[in-house]
């Protein structure tokens, strides 16, 4: 896992496809909010790294889950609110996005994503 400033999303280290191909085109698609977890993460991760510089990515996920666990239930609950906020503005966001694709966009868009599993199909058949 790589190291995430606060303003970073998680999304980039765990890329689907489906993101993959309208970067690949160039479209520049929506992303969806962090979870309070991965929020709270990107929070406590730079002040954690100041003063652990050689902390590993596990112990850097172990330590922050620790102190998750402990977080009072008030901070996770306004935590999981701001989420459910963000991820209705999300819905709202993607479905204008959506709509705003052309057919042609849709087609290539599906055509690179074809190309991409049969990439990956292939890498797994040498790789047996």
């Known amino acids: 896992m790589s190291v995430m400033g ?3 999303s998680a999304k980039a280290s765990c890329a689907t496809s489906n993101d993959m191909a309208e970067e690949a085109l160039g479209i520049e698609k929506p992303k969806r909010p962090l979870t309070p977890f991965f929020k709270f993460m990107t929070q406590m991760r730079p002040a954690l790294l ?4 050689g902390i590993s990515s596990k112990e850097a996920v172990a330590w922050t889950s620790k102190h998750w666990q402990q977080l009072d239930v008030e901070t996770k609950n306004q935590m999981l609110k701001d ?3 963000d991820l209705e503005d999300y819905k709202k966001i993607k479905a204008v996005y959506k709509a705003s694709l052309t057919d042609t966009q849709k087609e290539e ?3 690179v994503r074809e190309e991409m599993a049969a990439a990956r199909e292939k890498r797994r058949l040498k790789a047996v």
């Not at 100041?50 to 510089?53: D, F, H, L, S, T």
């Open 6 to 8: 606060a303003g970073e």
């Open 50 to 53: 100041a003063k652990n510089p």
């Open 83 to 85: 989420y459910q906020k």
């Open 109 to 111: 868009i599906k055509r």
